[in-house]
């Protein structure tokens, strides 16, 4: 809580002896499958040229913290912008092994994966103070008003964390970036597809404003 | 049959946040639905996630949760002011939260206007009725 609150004031002060320039932590947050993990291989191809994540269609193929360092963006007008990126497990009220079963997995690796995504979720929510900056990553085809949705971005705010939300599967026809910018009026929000690197561009600069 | 345990602002006000979290987990793990008066902090949001992740067990699948809030952004300056007094008077007691267990309460989808309450018996039965309506 005390660090929390020095944070806070340093943050407030632009002085912060915690965070050096090119130890910025972006993090990529959101419910499972969401596309946190495909973002976060679009971005890292791009400017590394590999990937950082498996991804999947069943839901919690992340189920630990995983980080790429040195990660160097550029802009049009040249400008650099350096971060490590921080791929999260998908956060969930609710995690049931039968739901994997029915998507075809075998019990033992269901009640496996189960166990790991509730560790995966708890990771991720202790790592939210670590993060300079967070893309919340919503799945565009869904309802955007989930109590998940809500208390990620709520803790973001009370902990003073700059947040954009990308708005990913916007090559989906069921999307609707309207009903996300709706729901979250006072975000940046930025429509994206992540698989097929539409709008990136634009989410790139977005990052350079986030990181200001 | 769906039983609904009204939990009272009062009830939880005098709790540390531990105890509060552990206060709703306990009602909910024995199968009824909260219904409580005001809603907890952020913070508390995020303790009652890790917490429920960390009870996640064969029997105990998780919870469904949604708070509904009033929108001030869209209150006229003296009401949020009025709430704002209120607040530090008596604890947060505007809004309410729902929360439910994994096992009964299939998904609460809330928009600004209405909150509806999908138990997983309902969708069972909607299931039913579908693959009646096939073979007829």
Not at chain 1, 107 to 127: L, M, P, Y
Not at chain 2, 8 to 19: N, Q, R, V, W
Request: charged residues 30%; proline residues 3%; hydrophobic residues 40%.
């Amino acid at each position: 809580m005390v660090s929390r609150f020095l944070r806070k004031i340093f943050k407030k002060l632009k002085l912060n002896p915690f965070s050096k320039r090119n130890d910025f932590k972006l993090g990529l947050y959101g419910p499972p499958n969401g596309g946190k993990s495909t973002l976060a291989n679009k971005i890292c191809e791009d400017w590394l040229g590999e990937e950082m994540s498996a991804v999947s269609h069943i839901a919690h193929e992340t189920r630990e913290i995983k980080i790429k360092e040195q990660v160097t963006i550029k802009n049009k007008r040249g400008k650099e912008l350096t971060f490590s990126l921080v791929d999260t497990p998908g956060i969930a009220t609710k995690i049931d092994y039968e739901d994997f079963i029915r998507r075809g997995l075998k019990k033992n690796d269901a009640k496996r994966r189960a166990k790991e995504a509730t560790k995966g979720v708890i990771e991720s929510i202790k790592w939210l103070d670590n993060m300079d900056a967070v893309v919340v990553v919503l799945d565009a085809t869904l309802d955007p008003y989930s109590q998940v949705n809500i208390t990620i971005i709520g803790n973001l705010q009370a902990r003073d964390i700059p947040v954009i939300i990308a708005a990913n599967k916007v090559d989906l026809k069921k999307s609707s970036l309207e009903t996300i910018k709706a729901a979250f009026p006072q975000y940046e929000v930025v429509g994206i597809s992540a698989k097929y690197g539409k709008n990136v561009e634009d989410f790139y600069e977005k990052l350079f404003k986030l990181a200001k | 049959m769906v039983t609904f345990q009204f939990v009272p602002f009062h009830d939880i006000e005098g709790l540390t946040s531990a105890k509060r979290v552990n206060k709703l987990l306990n009602i909910v793990k024995d199968d009824r639905i909260v219904i409580m008066e005001g809603r907890l902090k952020k913070s508390e949001e995020t303790d009652l996630i890790e917490i429920t992740m960390d009870e996640i067990d064969a029997k105990f699948k998780g919870i469904e949760l949604s708070v509904i809030y009033p929108d001030r952004s869209k209150q006229a300056p003296i009401t949020k002011i009025k709430g704002a007094f209120a607040t530090l008077l008596l604890g947060d007691r505007q809004g309410m939260t729902i929360i439910g267990p994994a096992s009964i309460v299939k998904k609460i989808e809330q928009n600004p206007n209405r909150i509806e309450l999908v138990t997983q018996d309902s969708v069972k039965s909607s299931r039913y009725r579908g693959k009646n309506k096939k073979k007829r």
